[in-house]
């Protein structure tokens, strides 16, 4: 009896065994390894904007994710306020991530420049990994621009770049209220005299205090008053596709010249010199003191604005075009864009590099993209997603949370607000008329003056190039925030004879030899 209880016993530890066995080896088919953590920096401070989450562990996307790799992350996450000093402090640490978040725009790039990262042994080159990384690659490979755009002069590929999945057209430029417009009887300006009789009748028919906003550090985001002359704030491409510095250019004193007449004329704010927010504070957009600005084009209509605090319900926004002169064209604004600004960099001392290379090509996989975008939870009103004709949307956990969390925190709990293989169709699906509108009328200019963000230096070039910038570029400010405000020292013809003094044709030349390796890569 104690023999057949025995064997019993052992029989179903086996089965046990068998099916156990089973389970175990029914792994995702993005399962990377058991066991292992990644340590990740990025420049997102969700606990500070984000009810409930401390980092993206308390993302479901991110769960999903970890459930289906079997890869945890340490995520680091810098305090607002904090996010540059903590990213140069990396490369002084003996403790480098296993992921580190870039960005060209925002200077959050390796001080040396990506060659000299991996030279350096800092980064790992993802050229020499390319075959763990196929989803990612199918993607740079289908794509000549995209090619080009993701890797050095020198041909090494220093991190994964955020992509559009479908690309992503301009989402910021110059916005007007509408129903200013409309009480004044005008149409949307679309000539620099169109606006100065808009902006005009907004100040003396209808008493607007700040008829055109700016402020002192971008004078507008994307040069937007500026491309019309030829010209942007800094640089750009001529007609002929060479480097300029546009302070330099004939153009630039035109653009100046205007943009004093509208100050001492009241159509701009006369506060503009202290101001350095993107667009006007609440307490003057909400209350009927501003007519126009520059804002992104999700922006514009009525809601968003309802929702803010708006004291007058007829508040509506529209975009304009990029100004131009009369019978002019302008080369120049917010470009068409197939990455986004955030590069994440492997670290090339890292002990589990390859699982690191691998957990970042999962997520350019259909799959994982998918929830990446759209969350994990199926529901037109209690998902984060649904399905129609015209394919996947958001859902109500996103577009009217439960929890009172704006559309923007419920992206970071559900899904990945940035994604890295994001579909810009999630976004421009919730846009209404108004917004696609502003899209097209943005869309009437092109960007052919545009520089790539992507485009590199040696480091000596960048060292030399940042010694002559550095000073040029904080007397540029500040001459063009004195000249429109009528109180320069110098003529514009003095200003330009002191750029060349301040050795500004050599920084061109540097410019011009790194755009001209980026076109030939």
């Known amino acids: 009896?104690?023999?057949?209880?025995?064997?019993?016993?052992?029989?179903?530890?086996?089965?046990?065994?068998?099916?156990?066995?089973?389970?175990?080896?029914?792994?995702?088919?993005l399962h990377i390894a058991d066991d292992v953590t990644l340590r990740f920096f990025f420049d997102l401070d969700l606990a500070a904007n984000v009810p409930g989450m401390q980092d993206y562990n308390d993302s479901e996307a991110y769960k999903w994710l970890e459930e289906q790799t079997g890869i945890h992350i340490e995520w680091?996450?810098?305090?607002?306020?904090?996010?540059?000093?903590?990213?140069?402090?990396?490369?002084?640490?003996?403790?480098?991530?296993?992921l580190i978040y870039n960005s060209i725009p925002n200077g959050f790039v390796y001080p040396s420049g990506h060659d000299m990262a991996i030279a350096d042994g800092v980064y790992a080159n993802l050229k020499d990994y390319e075959d763990l990384m196929p989803n990612y690659m199918a993607i740079i490979n289908s794509n000549e621009a995209l090619k080009r755009e993701s890797v050095t002069d020198e041909g090494n590929r220093w991190c994964f770049f955020y992509i559009y999945k479908d690309g992503r057209g301009p989402n910021f430029g110059p916005t007007i209220r509408k129903d200013f417009l409309d009480k004044v009887g005008m149409d949307i300006p679309e000539t620099y005299d169109d606006w100065h009789e808009v902006l005009t009748a907004f100040k003396e028919q209808l008493g607007i205090e700040i008829p055109l906003y700016v402020n002192k550090d971008t004078f507008m985001w994307y040069s937007e008053f500026a491309a019309g002359y030829g010209v942007t704030k800094d640089w750009s491409l001529n007609s002929e596709g060479k480097v300029i510095y546009g302070p330099c250019e004939d153009g630039y004193g035109e653009y100046l010249d205007m943009m004093q007449q509208w100050y001492k004329e009241g159509l701009i704010d006369q506060s503009f010199s202290v101001h350095d927010g993107r667009w006007p504070e609440n307490d003057l957009l909400l209350n009927d003191k501003v007519g126009a600005f520059p804002v992104y084009t999700s922006w514009t209509g009525h809601d968003y604005y309802a929702k803010q605090g708006a004291t007058n319900p007829d508040f509506f926004l529209v975009g304009t075009k990029i100004p131009v002169k009369e019978g002019g064209e302008a080369h120049?604004?917010?470009?068409?864009?197939?990455?986004?600004?955030?590069?994440?960099?492997?670290?090339?001392?890292?002990?589990?590099?390859?699982?690191?290379?691998?957990?970042?090509d999962a997520q350019y996989g259909e799959e994982a993209a998918f929830v990446m975008n759209y969350g994990v939870t199926e529901g037109k009103e209690d998902g984060s997603y649904y399905f129609d004709d015209n394919g996947p949307h958001w859902g109500g956990l996103i577009t009217n949370n439960p929890d009172g969390l704006t559309q923007g925190q419920a992206r970071q709990r559900y899904t990945t607000n940035n994604a890295p293989y994001e579909d810009y169709n999630r976004v421009m699906g919730m846009w209404t008329d108004t917004q696609r509108e502003t899209q097209a009328r943005l869309m009437e200019s092109d960007y052919s003056a545009y520089i790539s963000d992507s485009i590199t230096m040696t480091e000596a070039e960048q060292e030399e190039f940042s010694d002559i910038m550095g000073d040029i570029t904080t007397y540029a400010t500040e001459f063009t925030v004195n000249y429109v405000m009528g109180n320069a020292s110098q003529s514009f013809d003095e200003f330009r004879a002191q750029l060349k003094s301040m050795n500004i044709d050599r920084a061109i030349e540097l410019k011009q030899a790194a755009v001209d390796r980026y076109n030939a890569r």
């Not at 009896?1 to 995702?28: D, P, R, W």
């Not at 600004?341 to 001392?349: G, K, L, S």
């Open 1 to 29: 009896m104690a023999k057949k209880l025995i064997a019993l016993v052992l029989g179903i530890m086996m089965l046990m065994t068998v099916a156990v066995s089973g389970i175990a080896e029914e792994k995702s088919d």
């Open 76 to 98: 680091i996450h810098p305090a607002s306020g904090t996010s540059r000093e903590a990213f140069n402090l990396l490369f002084a640490s003996d403790d480098m991530p296993d």
């Open 332 to 360: 120049y604004r917010m470009p068409d864009m197939l990455t986004n600004t955030y590069c994440i960099a492997v670290n090339a001392q890292s002990k589990h590099l390859e699982e690191a290379i691998r957990w970042m």
